[in-house]
């Protein structure tokens, strides 16, 4: 199966809204470039972007094996973000995935939803990033639940924050590690996609002029729960979603 097999249902992620330069840097040289500003530029300023993300989203197409796989991947994604959430959520809650979504390396900046909470794991051998996100009221909300997880009461002794403090990754910053790390397992021949950093953000810092020919899938769930409510994103390259579905 290959890259023709996908569908974009609003926009087609191939036209890039930043033009490729003149003189297109070599592949070794993007990554490394875009390995240096998402791990050592991220304090630049970047402008607060919108809560809506840019771009559409897609869906596989071309036989019913395709769909199953699409389909099987998500509801995996979600077996797995409820299953290691259920030692610190109290109660019922309910993860619902959303739109997929597909854009540029080049437009990445333009859909962070602005100061949050953003895991970013640099894989080695596949010489990707990929990006955890919680909004803050999931980010703040599972730091609370897990620093009350001892006692009886339950308050949120983050809820006075006005906006969103690394102070919150002493409290969660090892359970989205071993969440990232159980996602990755779902990926067939997963033993080769090991993490070679990972880094916690609060704001994403991408250099505009910055071309990337390759696509990223931004995956979208929503976390429902008494105490805990909010958007959670996986943002992966698309080339992997591809691994998958041809698994």
């Keep these: 199966m290959n890259s023709a097999e996908f569908r974009i249902r609003n926009h087609n992620c191939n036209k890039m809204q930043n033009q490729v330069p003149n003189e297109?840097?070599?592949?070794?040289e993007i990554y490394?470039?875009?390995?240096?500003?998402?791990?050592?530029l991220f304090e630049n300023?970047?402008?607060q972007a919108s809560e809506?993300?840019?771009?559409?989203?897609?869906?596989l197409q071309n036989g019913s094996?395709?769909?199953?796989?699409?389909?099987?991947?998500?509801?995996?994604?979600?077996?797995?973000?409820?299953?290691q959430l259920q030692a610190v959520l109290p109660g019922a809650f309910r993860i619902t995935p959303k739109p997929e979504q597909c854009l540029s390396y080049a437009n990445l900046h333009s859909w962070s939803p602005g100061r949050s909470?953003?895991?970013?794991f640099e894989m080695k051998q596949s010489k990707s990033?990929?990006?955890?996100?919680?909004s803050r009221s999931v980010g703040e909300g599972l730091a609370s639940l897990t620093h009350n997880s001892s006692s009886r009461n339950y308050l949120n002794i983050y809820n006075d924050l006005r906006e969103a403090d690394s102070v919150i990754y002493l409290e969660i910053g090892e359970m989205l590690r071993k969440?990232?790390?159980?996602?990755?397992?779902?990926?067939?021949?997963?033993?080769?996609?090991k993490v070679a950093r990972c880094r916690h953000i609060l704001q994403l810092g991408f250099l505009q002029g910055i071309v990337q020919a390759e696509e990223y899938v931004v995956i979208p769930f929503y976390l429902d729960n008494k105490e805990c409510s909010g958007d959670i994103h996986l943002v992966f390259p698309q080339r992997h979603l591809l691994n998958f579905v041809s698994a």
Excluded at 24 to 28: A, G, K, Q, R, T
Excluded at 117 to 120: D, E, I, K
Aim: zero cysteines.
């Design 65 to 83: 094996d395709s769909d199953y796989k699409d389909n099987l991947l998500i509801q995996r994604l979600v077996n797995t973000i409820t299953a």
């Design 45 to 47: 300023n970047v402008s």
């Design 179 to 193: 969440l990232f790390v159980s996602l990755l397992e779902l990926w067939p021949a997963s033993d080769k996609l």
């Design 129 to 134: 990033v990929w990006i955890l996100h919680l």
């Design 52 to 59: 809506s993300f840019p771009g559409a989203g897609f869906s």
């Design 24 to 28: 297109e840097p070599s592949p070794e």
């Design 117 to 120: 909470y953003f895991s970013l």
């Design 32 to 40: 490394q470039e875009m390995i240096r500003d998402t791990f050592d």
